[in-house]
């Protein structure tokens, strides 16, 4: 069963725009992951912030993590067209699992 | 590039044949876990490799078995092929410990037809 739902299912923004997603879980975990996937190629790993941690960065990303909440957000700022792709979170299948659960993703699309 | 890599890229098969997927670990990486992804969903965990013996299982039918080698590299196979198995499938190389990253492969596209 999945675990984590993102938030919106798309998303169409400007370049040079901010792209926010949202991505909601069940059960308690130890970390979170983002991935970006494009056009049903591999995914490529972006982030993992884990549970004691609020937020991180890595160049224009931005993860913020609310275990009270059971929610993260990825934030893209200053979108260019090659961040048009597919975005899923990922959480262990349990607290201590190394087995991952995806949920459908956020297709971001970054117009010109 | 993740150093995870799986071949073939494509593949087409026939309903009720067998096929057999390929993925080579990235340097270092002890674990090893295939993922399913229909069209338009994220990935569903199928099993996982460690030490060479399987370490979980998603909700996949037995036709769907595995092996991880010394050299940690694996395969996955599928017998009796139905049409519903068409998706991409992708391989997952990571080292065993809490909090670590896992890196996918750029996956193996499966049509059955």
């Known amino acids: 069963s999945q675990q984590g739902e993102e938030d919106p299912q798309a998303l169409s923004i400007q370049e040079g725009e901010n792209a926010t997603m949202n991505c909601s879980y069940k059960?308690?975990?130890?970390?979170l992951q983002w991935y970006r996937q494009n056009s049903g190629r591999g995914l490529v790993h972006l982030i993992l912030?884990?549970?004691?941690?609020r937020e991180k960065h890595s160049g224009r990303l931005r993860v913020t993590l609310d275990t009270s909440k059971k929610s993260s957000s990825l934030l893209i700022t200053a979108s260019r067209a090659a961040d048009t792709a597919s975005y899923f979170c990922?959480?262990?299948?349990?607290?201590?699992?190394?087995?991952?659960?995806f949920g459908a993703g956020t297709t971001v699309t970054v117009r010109a | 590039e993740t150093g995870v890599t799986q071949s073939p890229t494509h593949l087409i098969k026939t309903r009720g044949q067998q096929v057999t997927l390929r993925c080579s670990s990235q340097?270092?990486?002890?674990?090893v876990s295939w993922y399913q992804q229909a069209l338009g969903q994220g990935p569903q965990f199928i099993f996982q490799?460690?030490?060479?013996?399987?370490?979980g299982r998603g909700n996949f039918p037995p036709r769907f078995s595995g092996l991880q080698f010394p050299n940690y590299s694996s395969e996955l196979n599928v017998n009796a092929l139905e049409l519903d198995d068409s998706a991409l499938y992708l391989c997952?190389?990571?080292?065993?410990?809490?909090?670590?990253?896992?890196?996918f492969g750029q996956g193996t596209r499966l049509t059955v037809v």
């Open positions: 997952a190389s990571s080292l065993r410990g809490t909090n670590t990253e896992a890196f």
């Open positions: 059960t308690s975990i130890n970390n």
């Open positions: 912030i884990r549970s004691n941690e």
């Open positions: 990922a959480t262990p299948l349990t607290i201590n699992d190394y087995k991952l659960s």
């Open positions: 340097s270092g990486h002890n674990t």
């Open positions: 490799y460690y030490r060479e013996e399987e370490n």
